[in-house]
């Protein structure tokens, strides 16, 4: 899928082609079979001056592609590529794909004037700041749909016909509220037509409570990730904007405080790292209170423990699922040493828990790294 960094970096440059007068193809990687670099959702915009931002495969694509994207722009008219890696020679595209896999990417020009054309749907999708389902339709055949329907929280925007909006209506539901893409097979002026089902989910929100040297990396990386970042602390001379150029917000607030300057919800990651026990104790006292999707604890076993246990002593009971989302001591066992690798690690360890995933090396993975979910057609 496309991060929402990739997002962004898209529609700044989708936004400079305009300003410049250039034409302009999106590429979205529609279906993958077997293995490959990029899954479905993965996207990039060509322009015609040979410009690419963003990437549908390891690099390995992205020069024929763009020429299947220039073929597109000449055209006007979306077209869906095929390229086939399972021959082990890669004879049929001679691109040395690197995977044994199928990988269907569609094409799609940009009609600027079109106010719901695919890079503004994703403009929407960014500046909602929420989770999103995004729906684009191909097939096999000529007909191309492309990118048609776009659902938030209460609104929806389609310009599919209703009968079609109809049918696709229940599929994005699920999609919305299980945060999980899908596909289905539906038949689209009598011909059979592929929707992918797209949960596009909100970066990653970073709270950091604690605003030593140590926190530097830590904000490089989650910005370099796309992730939101807030860093917070007691200390005047340490939050400060010219110390974490790369955070989206860094505030001076006592532990009580902090949770009416931000927003929370599952999405919402805190880091405690201010190296000051009351003050992260006092932190966590809070945000107890709202909705979280993880906490991590820097520091021993023990740090947690007592912190745990003077919760409870002043009232706080923590459910199982409270307690799961709690990590003491932070981070994957990586054997780091310095800043920058213990960043690596909490940073590793916070995507493998919301990703729902072991954290364990591929190599030890029996079956795929990515799966497939299809509903069936009704």
């Given at each position: 899928m496309t991060s929402m960094k990739e997002i962004r970096e898209i529609i700044r440059a989708y936004d400079k082609a305009i300003l410049d007068n250039k034409q302009m193809v999106l590429a979205t990687v529609v279906q993958v079979d077997g293995s490959s670099y990029r899954r479905p959702g993965a996207r990039m915009l060509v322009t015609d001056d040979q410009i690419i931002t963003g990437a549908i495969s390891g690099g390995c694509l992205e020069g024929d592609a763009m020429q299947k994207a220039l073929f597109a722009m000449a055209t006007g008219e979306n077209k869906l590529v095929t390229y086939d890696s399972t021959d082990e020679d890669d004879i049929q595209f001679?691109?040395?794909?690197?995977?044994?896999?199928?990988?269907?990417?569609?094409?799609?020009?940009?009609?600027?004037?079109?106010?719901?054309?695919?890079?503004?749907?994703?403009?929407?999708?960014?500046?909602?700041?929420g989770d999103a389902v995004l729906v684009t339709l191909f097939s096999q055949k000529k007909i191309q749909p492309g990118t048609q329907l776009f659902r938030m929280q209460n609104s929806i925007i389609s310009n599919l016909p209703d009968e079609i909006q109809e049918l696709l209506s229940e599929p994005v539901r699920i999609a919305f509220q299980e945060k999980q893409s899908s596909f289905l097979d539906i038949d689209i002026e009598q011909t059979a037509c592929t929707a992918f089902i797209e949960y596009i989910e909100p970066p990653v929100s970073v709270v950091i409570a604690g605003a030593g040297n140590d926190v530097k990396p830590l904000v490089e990386i989650a910005a370099m990730l796309g992730w939101k970042v807030t860093v917070v602390d007691g200390r005047f001379s340490y939050a400060t904007v010219e110390r974490f150029l790369q955070a989206d917000k860094v505030s001076y607030s006592r532990p009580e405080d902090i949770l009416s300057k931000i927003e929370t919800d599952s999405h919402t990651v805190f880091l405690l790292m201010s190296h000051n026990y009351n003050y992260d104790r006092g932190f966590l006292a809070e945000i107890l209170k709202q909705e979280f999707g993880y906490i991590g604890l820097l520091g021993p076993a023990q740090k947690r423990d007592r912190m745990l246990s003077d919760l409870q002593d002043q009232g706080i009971r923590l459910n199982e699922e409270q307690l799961s989302k709690i990590h003491g001591p932070t981070g994957l066992d990586i054997g780091a040493e310095n800043s920058t690798e213990i960043a690596l690690s909490i940073l590793a360890e916070i995507k493998a828990f919301l990703s729902g995933r072991s954290g364990s090396p591929l190599k030890m993975k029996k079956e795929a790294i990515h799966n497939r979910t299809v509903i069936p057609a009704t």
């Open positions: 001679g691109l040395h794909l690197g995977c044994n896999g199928v990988v269907h990417i569609l094409f799609e020009p940009i009609q600027k004037d079109n106010l719901q054309n695919p890079v503004e749907l994703l403009r929407s999708i960014a500046d909602s700041g």
